[in-house]
C-alpha cells in the first residue's frame, strides 16, 4: 500500500513572516503531528511553485519551511512556473539552477542533481518505484522545442514526451500503478472555458501517452481543487487530481489537501480539512 499526499502552489516567499511562509509552515507541522514521524511509506507530492519568485532567499526559507517532510516521509516536487523566475512569466536560467540547487539537491538530496554539469533537462522525467506504485515527475515549465516557450502556460516538449511514453511502456505489464506528476493543466475542467496560460502547450500530446497507461494524474497551477474520476472523463485514468494552493484557507478557514491510497488494484481520495 502507498499513501500519498499532494500538495502544491505554496508561493513561498523571501519574507520569513510573510502569510505564505507561515501558513506553508502550519500545513507542514499538520502532516508532521497527524502521520507517524518517520514514515517512509507516506508520499508528500508538491507540484510547482514551491516559490513565488524564484529568488534564492525565498528558495532557503523553502528549504527550511519543508525540511521536515523530507526528514520524516519520502518528498518528490516538480517544478512550476514561479519557480523558474519573477512573475511566473519571466523565466530565468538563475531560478532554473536554483531549483535544481536548493529543491532538489539540498532538500530531496538528489545526488544526480548535485554532480557538476548537470541541468534540470538532465533530471526530467523523473521516475522512482515506492512500494509497487512508480512516480513519474515531469517538468512542465520549460520545454525542449522552442526557446521563446518560458512563460506560464508550459510545455513537456518533445524530449521528455518520448522519455515519458518510453518508462510507461517498460512499466507495462509489472502490475506497478502509476502516479504522474507535474505543474500546468493537461485540460481545462470546466467545457467552454479557456484560460489563458492554464493549459500547457501540449497537453493533448501529453494526455495520448497519459491515456490508459496512467492511474493518477497530479498537477497544480490553477489554485482550484478539482477532481474527475474513470466516470467523469475520457482517458482511462482513474483519478486526474488539481491541487489547490494549499496553505490558503477555504471559505471555512480551514486549509485542506487530498490524501490519495494506493492499495493493490484499488485506489481512494479523500480531503483531509484542518483548522490551525
Known sequence: MVKFIHLSDLHIGKNKGKSNNENAAKVVAHICN??????????????GDIVDDGEEGQYKNAVEILRPLAQNFTLLACPGNHDYGPCGIFYTEKSQALFQKYIL??????????????????LYPMDVVISNVLFVGIDSVVDNENEFAHFASGEVGSKQRNALANILKTNSGTGR???????HHPLHFREGIKKPFMEMD????????????TDVVCFGHRHVSQALDST?????????????K???RNRHGKFQYREIIIDG?????????FRV
Open 246 to 248: 494549499s496553505n490558503d
Open 265 to 273: 488494484n484499488d485506489s481512494s481520495v479523500s480531503k483531509i480539512s
Open 177 to 183: 500503478k502509476v502516479v504522474v506528476y507535474f505543474h
Open 232 to 244: 467523469q472523463q475520457d482517458f482511462d485514468i482513474e483519478w486526474i487530481l488539481a491541487a489547490g
Open 34 to 47: 497527524k502521520y507517524e514521524m518517520n514514515d517512509e511509506g507516506l508520499v508528500i507530492l508538491i507540484t
Open 105 to 122: 539537491g539540498e532538500l530531496l538530496n538528489n545526488t544526480k542533481a548535485k554532480i557538476a554539469g548537470t541541468k534540470m533537462e538532465d
Open 202 to 213: 501540449d497537453a493533448d500530446k501529453v494526455l495520448r501517452i497519459l491515456a490508459t497507461q
